[in-house]
């Protein structure tokens, strides 16, 4: 249990109310309850104050007069309460130290924990107090930066490099080969894949999300960039500083994302085009040309009950029959008014 | 070899022909030996009958005089075919054990299989008969139900629960940390991930799925949930009864899908809506909008020859134009008419 | 260091200049130094000829009087690139043997690299020379072909085949079991899924590819086919010969691709369809229907700025609508025309 006035001292904030309140973590404002610190980050939700059974709540200047019970006033409240969840919630770390079913094939500071079953190879490079989960694959002469958790089952091919304090969630691949072939008659030759994965520092990637090594150059992912889960980031991409990505998006070969960019679940940006910063591209939405001017693009079509959309959507097939049909009334009615 | 009359005292339905008919297994209509039992689901074959090779067909009381063979009449042929083609194909169960390549932290029950390389945290609880794949990784205290059968590569992270009877295929990553931050000007800082993933029972998850933990509270996934490969399920979703996903879904976060739902490969369902129970989504569709009244769902476009589709969607981006030139029409001709 | 004249002798093509140059190894035109062979595939980038550092560039007939420095002339630079990338590039293939903590439950060849932690089943047939990575798993009776690589972390399921000089990436799953339910009321019964996944020769599969095993008959790859990662397969596919697909592609039950098709990034192709030989879908593309004639095919919809999409978008509620305003118009107009 902490005081109010503990968490203020340490996070900064305006305390309303009793410092001496205790609490033992936090939780939305609806579930909280009578030892927890609520939090209130969007207006729509300030109703829940009235009703509320949390000790304290952390919330924006204008809820304060709003709020019944202790408040930590902040100007950003949603980051407030990350911070403090991140303090109430320190990750369960492994213990240190290798575990004896593990094959390490290189030097690795003591100050590491690597699960059983996991494997680093020749040369790999692991930092300070990094954490190679369970069954994780780590190739020679990959680097690890200090401070990185590798989930169980993720896989670093030969020679990629991951920054400092990464995260990356079980079942992602770091390093495969991207997908290039020449044409050879009908039959395919492939195009040995000799660039790395370089990943910055701060970077979080999801579960199974795959980012393969460039081809004669780099795939480069920017410091702070936020992957979610399921993502394909394919060969010599480049994903700039504190970019962060939904589940499920696909980016092609050579595809430049700007930095500070947001990108929905399940867009796909094609091959070779350019982001540039801070563009936000819409869940479903395929992006098939450079975009040069931040701001929010989107192109999906709206569902609706299948009876509607089957007489809607087939006139698709005809739009461009429509837009002549339309070109001719105007003819005709422009010569009937002239007469 | 199994007698036809074995077969309708075990699964019921009617039979006509000889029962003392000997068969070693079922196979489609059209593939059937002279010793398989065909059935017959979809009277869109119905043609097949006719020179089938089955030895006998499971099929409708309204295909029944058109069959030329034996036949086990039922209401429902492809679920009488599902029951026999279960009896017929047990799974090959691994040995009951654990190998000695393993690592297990925790008690488990002697009826339990765990395969090489597979890692049980401390604190697990594993039911009795349950199968544990080679290379699993099942984090502390996380608890799988009796009777079910986890394949190679699964992971099940630290505290989640999977319920009885669950079938979770190779890769499936359940529990991974939700995709959660809170803006600090331009980087990211984490929201602590501290919910679970509670599987209900009777569940199937895909190969390569991914089903994330919740940010406070849990995602849930309910009794009878079949997920096929490659979904992605994000923090705190909720999904009902008995509703089944095809491959390559991706369900965003704090979404609700109702129980009896289908949602068809590639859809994806954006976060904090809710889908009612009996809504059947449609392939490929971006759901952007809560949905209240079951009933079928579509929101794709038709694909067409490449040069018709650059001739008719590029009038999508001028649609809004079309309609204010109908407009503009409807009004000029209304004043002629007028005259 | 190579000679020019020795790639010429190995490789063909015309070569213009001093086959006494030596190189290190293959780049682009843009980054190749002075020790190495650069490559001009595509005549967009010809204007980097007159500034390139290379030592010498291979390239087509066309811009061979456009090179200052040495020329390898060929009439397909990009595949001549492929191979002598190949021949510089050869793959770092792991020590022969089996590692100790590997678990190989059958006879495999001498030849053959097992890494760390691998599992091969009873009765798994390995050819000559295949890699198998670590923490792979190999289930019972699978047959892998002579000449392949099996990066970490893949599995292979029970009874399915893969053929000669297959590359298949890390998190892999070949032989899941495909998504195949009967209705009871409202709950779903499991279809057993007996058929196998068989792979041909010269197939490359991505990271995180799933490909499911056959219902009753067998999921079949042809020969050279190559897939990206996080690519969908699901039972009873078929996909022709020397077919390539990009990442995130999902193909639906029992669809039949033809040979030398290309299939975009996050296209859909929905199940019980057949798509002949040289069909291209553009990435995106949801294929609801069998095409049979050759050619590109498109259905993808345009991006734009948010604001523009809101208001053009919409209008596609009221497609069937404004279709018939036109043609009220056009009625309208005649009767007009003919007073």
């Keep these: 249990m902490v005081r109010l006035d503990e968490i203020v001292a340490r996070f900064g904030g305006d305390l309303v109310g009793n410092g001496g309140i205790l609490v033992r973590g936090v939780a939305t404002l609806e579930s909280a309850e009578a030892d927890q610190l609520g939090f209130l980050s969007n207006s729509k939700y300030q109703g829940q104050l009235a009703v509320t059974r949390a000790a304290a709540v952390i919330l924006?200047?204008?809820a304060r007069d709003a709020c019944p019970v202790a408040a930590i006033v902040t100007a950003q409240p949603y980051l407030y309460f990350a911070r403090v969840a991140q303090w109430f919630n320190p990750p369960p770390r492994p213990a240190v130290g290798v575990h004896p079913s593990a094959v390490v094939e290189t030097v690795i500071p003591a100050s590491v924990s690597v699960g059983p079953h996991a494997w680093i190879g020749a040369g790999a490079s692991i930092g300070e107090n990094t954490v190679v989960g369970a069954g994780c694959a780590i190739g020679e002469n990959a680097r690890i930066g200090?401070?990185?958790?590798?989930?169980?089952?993720?896989?670093?091919?030969?020679?990629?490099?991951?920054?400092?304090?990464a995260i990356v969630h079980s079942g992602a691949v770091i390093g495969s080969?991207?997908?290039?072939?020449?044409?050879?008659a009908a039959a395919w030759v492939k195009i040995p894949q000799t660039?790395?994965?370089?990943?910055?520092?701060?970077?979080?990637?999801?579960?199974?999300?795959?980012?393969?090594?460039g081809a004669l150059e780099d795939t480069v992912i920017g410091d702070g960039v936020k992957l979610d889960n399921q993502i394909q980031v394919a060969h010599n991409v480049h994903i700039g500083a504190n970019t962060a990505m939904a589940g499920c998006v696909g980016i092609a070969g050579s595809a430049k994302v700007?930095?500070?960019?947001?990108?929905?679940?399940?867009?796909?940006?094609?091959?070779?085009?350019?982001?540039?910063?801070?563009?936000?591209?819409?869940a479903g939405t395929l992006v098939s040309k450079s975009i040069a001017t931040p701001g929010s693009y989107t192109g999906t079509v709206p569902f609706m009950a299948h009876a509607d959309w089957l007489k809607n959507f087939s006139r698709l097939r005809h739009l461009d029959a429509m837009a002549?049909?339309?070109?001719?009334?105007?003819m005709r009615l422009a010569e009937l008014e002239n007469r």
Tied chains: 1, 2, 3.
């Design 177 to 184: 080969d991207g997908f290039g072939f020449a044409r050879d």
């Design 258 to 282: 700007g930095a500070g960019c947001t990108v929905g679940g399940g867009a796909i940006i094609l091959g070779h085009i350019e982001l540039a910063d801070g563009v936000h591209v819409s």
């Design 60 to 62: 924006g200047p204008e």
């Design 146 to 165: 200090a401070g990185s958790w590798l989930h169980p089952r993720v896989t670093v091919a030969a020679g990629c490099r991951i920054g400092e304090r």
């Design 324 to 330: 002549d049909k339309i070109r001719a009334l105007e």
């Design 195 to 213: 660039g790395r994965v370089v990943v910055g520092d701060d970077v979080e990637i999801g579960a199974n999300t795959t980012i393969d090594r």
